[in-house]
């Protein structure tokens, strides 16, 4: 039941984080929305950079999907233990650059929390 559980979860931040991706493609002035102050959204130099992110972001999501068709639960565990320093290094980057204390812990540092506990639920399961 724990691990149908974690799956789910794992999903939706799959689900999320190839969201993430491709709004940067259609979107992005959303970019600002991760908390670096001053982001310059409509410089074509970062728009450049923005996209190489943006296709990390969709593969990343593409590789929980994967690990849930073809993989164990206990695989994904570590996955997703792994990709939990994402949302770490991520709230860091937003607290060194004097970014907003609320995107920091209350997006990124979220994030990694759940991350973090769908990683417990999926080795315990």
Do not use: C
């Not at 491709?22 to 450049?48: E, L, M, V, Y």
């Not at 609320?102 to 973090?116: C, D």
Request: charged share 10%; proline share 5%.
């Amino acid at each position: 039941m724990l691990v149908n559980v974690a799956e789910v979860l794992a999903g939706l931040i799959g689900v999320g984080i190839i969201l993430i991706g491709a709004r940067a493609f259609w979107a992005p002035r959303a970019a600002a929305g991760f908390g670096i102050p001053g982001t310059p959204t409509r410089d074509r130099t970062f728009q450049a950079w923005l996209t190489v992110k943006a296709v990390r972001d969709i593969a990343s999501g593409l590789f929980i999907f994967i690990l849930l068709a073809g993989a164990t639960p206990h695989l994904l565990g570590w996955f997703m233990l792994a990709a939990a320093g994402i949302p770490v290094g991520d709230a860091l980057i937003v607290l060194r650059s004097n970014g907003p204390k609320a995107a920091a812990y209350g997006i990124h540092g979220v994030t990694a929390v759940v991350m973090l506990a769908i990683s417990v639920l999926l080795f315990v399961g």
